[in-house]
């Protein structure tokens, strides 16, 4: 196994991120896909016919090509064609209303849009028609599978004229622009560089994949518009390497038999997904003993969860890190303990540029609640001719601001206390979210949690947690002793909101806008 400054160096060499494709052996495993199987040579030459073919239409470089599929084999052949031919790539999500769709295409300007034709009977066409109807749209081409996807490659006419526009040096740096999930505002377009991708996807195959001569088999099933797909499950297993499983749409009993039949070693997902899966009939820890590594990303993972993945035998793992950070850039170690993976993203790698930084400036000590802050080549190039916004998101020294709350504990490790923007200020004092569904979670009859802040006509906000129960004969005063036995007064809910499922947006995560809007309409436990 080469060491990680051997790896990072050799990456770091790349100028785009298609490039990890002709690293890759020709005869090795590269794609799969519903019974189909591509090695890295085979695929390596569709995406020269797409990129020729691109190039032949008139995509050029800087220009934007946009896609709406599942994640297919087809998202893997139009990333990789776009970057060969210097295009940037937009992902766009089946889940998309004509509303959002024609929001991204007038914020990133595509040249081109490509998109699956149909998926699970819902038709994707009348989605760009409507959106046409609201602004100027470009040529839209249908397809159904990767044979007739490449033959409308082919067949594309000329495309019309590019507005003219200065040159972009943030622009020829980029991959891909993904928009920020917008849980806290109107979403982005982050400009992801090829740079960022390809570190960040280094240093993830040498934290989770296997040693040499394995290779890493990852599934790939989140949405083609979000860095986890991008970074985590595309560009972390090519980068050394290895082999991407395509799965259309989560569910849990699908993603635990493609483990096995398809010998998936790492397996990455949010944490909703694992809680999905952990408690499906059909999880069989035995059945997973191949399993090499297992990483949690995207949010705290249960201490029930934790035990239950604990118990396939791989190695578990906790990441941190966001859209405009190539996606993780801490980690935790190997052979963690339960309540480090519980409770702490890791530590930041040393590759990365990470700091915790107090409000005027300086970096926090061990202990003191700061914001999480990045700079270097895993930070991204800015959001896209939005020059206001891109200078709202970094320090005037050039940090970027994450937004998350965090502090190091003495032993190194790093505590997420929530986002700038969820915290809690209740009667004057500072409540940090994750702490108080951390001691619920605790709880034998709780399930998942969500700690909101309400408006309070006494202290301004008040706590109060939505919860899943898995006990419904729960009472709230046994909610309460336990708050009570390990948090100060001004911590404890003022009341526990049960809902019965979780609201997730298209990443897997959950939804915590949309539960603190809804939590003042369910029912609390007496």
Known sequence: MPTTDT??????????????????DPRAPCASFEGRHWTYGAFNALVDTAAQALAAAGLRAGDRLALLSTPRPEYLLLLMAASRIGAVYLGLNPRHTAAEIAQALRRARPRLVLTLRRFEGQEFLP???????QQPAPPVCAFDDLDSCLVALGSLPTLPPAAPSTPDAALARTAAIVFTSGTTGQPKPAMLTHAGLLLAAAVQHLRLNPPAPARARLLCHLPINHVGCLMNLTLGALAGGGSVVFQQRFSAAHTLQLLVDEGINCWLQAPAMFHACVDHPDFNPRALSHLHSVCIGGGAPSARVIQALRSTGAGLFVEYGQTETCSSGAYSDPGASDEVLTHCVGRFDPHFDLRIAHPDGRTCADGEVGEIQARGALVFAGYFDDADATRAAFTPDGWLHTGDLAERRADGCILLRGRLKEMIKSGGYNVYPREVELVLEGHPAVGQVVVVGLPDDRYGEAVHAVLTLRAPATRRSDLLDCCRASLANYKVPKSFRVIDSFALLPNGKIDRVGTRAAASSLPALD
């Not at 790896?7 to 890759?24: A, E």
């Open 127 to 133: 989605l760009f028609h409507l959106a046409a109807a």
């Open 7 to 24: 790896l990072v160096d050799s990456l770091s060499s790349l100028q785009r991120i298609d490039q990890v494709l002709q690293r890759g």
